[in-house]
């Protein structure tokens, strides 16, 4: 079966930074595409970030320049580093894979939370 096991979250200051981490299993790793979606208290999930089978990485604009995706192929996990953290950035960020067969999973999520 097909799981994604988001973790790192916690709670941090305006301008600090977390790590998070997603750790999948249950498919082609290498050939997938690999997002980070968050959802924020009230409001529609967001897609923040991903990273393509071929290598391409995208961001959504407000977090472009602060976050950074990876894949550690050799783990099965896509790394998320989170900088420059702000209120906004307040979610729960949800790990998404869309696989090699076009099939779309979500894991659990891990609550990021930042406020002073």
């Known amino acids: 079966d097909v799981q994604l096991q988001a973790s790192g979250g916690g709670l941090v200051q305006p301008g600090g930074s977390l790590r998070l981490s997603c750790v999948a299993s249950?498919?082609?790793?290498?050939?997938?595409?690999m997002s980070w979606v968050r959802q924020a208290p009230g409001k529609d999930p967001e897609w923040v970030s991903s990273?393509?089978?071929?290598?391409?990485?995208t961001y959504h604009d407000s977090v472009k320049g602060r976050f950074t995706i990876s894949r550690d192929i050799k783990k099965d996990t896509v790394p998320l580093q989170m900088d420059s953290l702000k209120p906004d950035d307040t979610a729960v960020y949800f790990c998404?894979?869309?696989?090699?067969?076009?099939?779309?999973?979500w894991g659990q999520g891990t609550l990021v939370t930042v406020s002073s």
């Open positions: 990273i393509y089978s071929y290598g391409t990485i």
């Open positions: 249950g498919f082609t790793f290498g050939s997938a595409d």
């Open positions: 998404h894979v869309k696989t090699v067969y076009g099939r779309i999973y």
